[in-house]
């Protein structure tokens, strides 16, 4: 990956707006992802960090402002579409099929058809070159399942996430959405997924991850959007903020000012403290 | 940028010297699904229900015996692999019988009445059943009724249609056409009707379409889980739809096969066979959960109901004990699939 392409993001949002009637959801929000990094999203319950994340993945359709995918201009009108562009979203509620098998589960939707007239007329399946696929994948991954051809649901909760990870790093040709992937998930089984978010991150795709658990965000984070009430208020590093000053940004009980960076905390120097939008990653 | 459609990107494998797998291997062997036992079981059940009839009746196990179970398995059979299409996807199809029963008064009504040629009257009659098909998916799909009160109801309007419609005759003096099905041919000694091999055929194409086709694989999949499915950009409803219109045309091949058993159109014909494919199918493993089942466990299921009803009756018992028997035994399978899943 060379540097000079790190100077863009890859995605990045300016003046989101979305209302659902007197409410609105998301009030001009900013957003900005780089190559390389995993970027956490945080922010309290109806802080509108999952309305943001759903009008970067197509899901809903912001009122106002532009989102930009790779230095264009996009507007998805559906998940289909974002995904169509290559942004693939992992859910938290562990969205697999469970009686069907690995490779089944990979891929679903996009599923690889026979050679000639087998495939193109009776659209009949190449299950040998799923599976051997599902194979490289699950391996590349370091995801330790032998068959493919298991059922999901014979697998652990940990291992069940791997195959969505899995699936979505496959398939993603610009980045990875993440939702919660570990809040269903054990402390052991939370740990595993954690070193495979890092592994899709090294292998190239750039992740968000949307998370309320504050030590997983600070385990594998490269910076941490806060997010609240409707807006991005601040992109922290991990390195220079506390765990403590987080939580103060994100319930407002500590104030992050934009134009001032560092005021709020008197010991604060680090670069994490730059103007949201500005700050590149390390 | 590759096309999403036929391979996944698969970004550069550079990461990643071998640390342990995250997901570790150290596990035993994979746990037994429930659907193991699923399958073998209608198997075993089967063989010792042939067993309990052999040492009960002498005339049992004889070829004779086994083409007269073929032809009462052969229409139930028919409508069990449009039941098991819909039951796969969760849902469940109580107008089958009825509109298998319409289907065939339209053919007959039309060739005997109305002089339609009988090869038009018959495509016509599965027509009808087809859009009785599409009726219960739009409802289903559109407005997100439930499968249950949907055919339910299409059930008695079905049932209605066949009596306004025949003015409540049986309609006999069919064309040949519509009757070759029924006709046999030997095979040392035996006869076997033809369409016994055409509710074979449809197993085993449906068997096809199922563990082989894309259109199958998605079918498993909305069945287990539909809104994965959705978010994996598959057209939920529209596939919905389809299996139900699908279903329809099955129903109708029911009814040709029904019209070439009996020799005439039988208003009264159809009216406890749902229950009877519906038993078929959960006999044959097929979850009523969705997403789980095999279409061989279905014909496996629909010989279990076969050779009951004809065991049954070999041992002399009446007839009303054996609607009794089948009754049992949807509940014993029924409960057996939801301690089976419960394991898991």
């Known amino acids: ?282 | 940028m590759s096309d999403p459609q036929t391979q996944p990107s698969g970004q550069v494998a550079t990461a990643g010297g071998p640390s342990e797998p995250p997901a570790s291997t150290k596990r035993g062997r994979p746990k037994v699904s429930g659907d193991r036992i699923a399958q073998l079981g209608p198997l075993i059940a089967l063989i010792v229900a042939c067993i309990f009839f052999a040492t009960q009746s002498d005339r049992f196990l004889t070829l004779g015996n086994f083409s007269l179970i073929l032809q009462q398995v052969m229409v139930i059979g028919t409508l069990a692999v449009g039941q098991t299409l819909i039951i796969l996807t969760a849902g469940i199809d109580l107008s089958c019988g009825t509109v298998m029963a319409f289907g065939s008064i339209v053919m007959t009504k039309l060739a005997v009445i109305s002089g339609v040629p009988p090869v038009l009257a018959i495509l016509i009659g599965i027509g009808a059943c087809a859009a009785f098909g599409f009726i219960n998916g739009a409802l289903v799909t559109g407005l997100s009724l439930p499968p249950f009160i949907v055919t339910l109801g299409t059930f008695n309007i079905a049932y209605a249609l066949t009596h306004i419609y025949s003015e409540d005759e049986t309609i006999s003096g069919l064309p040949s056409v519509m009757t070759a099905l029924g006709t046999s041919f030997r095979i040392g000694g035996t006869a076997f009707t033809y369409g016994t091999l055409v509710t074979l055929a449809l197993f085993a194409g449906v068997w096809f379409m199922l563990s082989q086709t894309t259109w199958g694989r998605r079918l498993f999949a909305l069945g287990d889980n539909p809104e994965a499915t959705r978010l994996m950009g598959i057209p939920v409803k529209k596939q919905l739809l389809m299996v139900y219109v699908v279903a329809g045309v099955i129903y109708g091949i029911a009814a040709l096969l029904l019209v070439g058993r009996l020799n005439v159109g039988d208003p009264n014909a159809g009216l406890t066979d749902n229950l009877d494919a519906i038993t078929a199918v959960v006999l044959g493993g097929t979850s009523l959960f969705g997403g789980r089942g095999t279409i061989i466990g279905t014909l496996i299921g629909a010989l279990i109901v076969g050779v009951l009803r004809d065991g049954l009756v070999l041992m002399g018992v009446q007839s009303i004990y054996q609607v009794l028997i089948t009754g049992i035994l949807v509940i014993v399978a029924v409960s057996v699939d939801q301690l089976a899943r419960k394991r898991i």
């Open chain 1, 1 to 282: 990956m060379s540097t000079g392409t790190d100077k863009q993001p890859i995605l990045q949002a300016r003046g989101l707006v979305k209302r659902y009637g007197n409410v609105t959801a998301i009030d001009g929000a900013d957003f900005d992802l780089y190559h390389g990094e995993i970027l956490a999203v945080i922010g309290d319950n109806g802080a509108g960090k999952s309305s943001m994340i759903k009008a970067l993945s197509g899901a809903t359709i912001p009122d106002e402002g532009t989102i930009m995918l790779d230095g264009q201009e996009v507007r998805f009108k559906s998940p289909l579409e974002a995904r169509r562009a290559g942004i693939e979203t992992v859910y938290q509620d562990l969205a697999v099929a469970p009686a069907l098998d690995i490779a089944t589960n990979l891929f679903l939707g996009r599923e690889q058809k026979r050679a000639g007239p087998l495939g193109s007329i009776l659209r009949m399946l190449d299950h040998k070159a799923m599976r051997r696929e599902a194979e490289r994948q699950m391996k590349m991954l370091q995801i330790g399942i032998r068959s493919m051809s298991q059922a999901v649901e014979t697998l652990s909760g940990g291992q069940r996430q791997g195959v969505a990870v899995a699936r979505a790093a496959a398939w993603a040709r610009k980045l990875v959405i993440m939702d919660e992937p570990t809040a269903a998930l054990g402390v052991r089984e939370s740990g595993q997924v954690l070193e495979l978010i890092k592994r899709v991150r090294d292998n190239g795709l750039p992740v968000i991850l949307i998370s309320h658990n504050m030590p997983h965000v600070f385990e594998i984070a490269d910076r941490i959007h806060i997010h609240r009430l409707g807006r991005r208020v601040a992109v922290v590093s991990p390195q220079t903020h506390t765990m403590h000053e987080v939580v103060g940004i994100m319930t407002g009980a500590v104030v992050h000012d934009l134009e001032h960076p560092g005021d709020e905390h008197e010991d604060d120097k680090g670069p994490g403290a730059t103007p949201a939008g500005e700050q590149q990653p390390q």
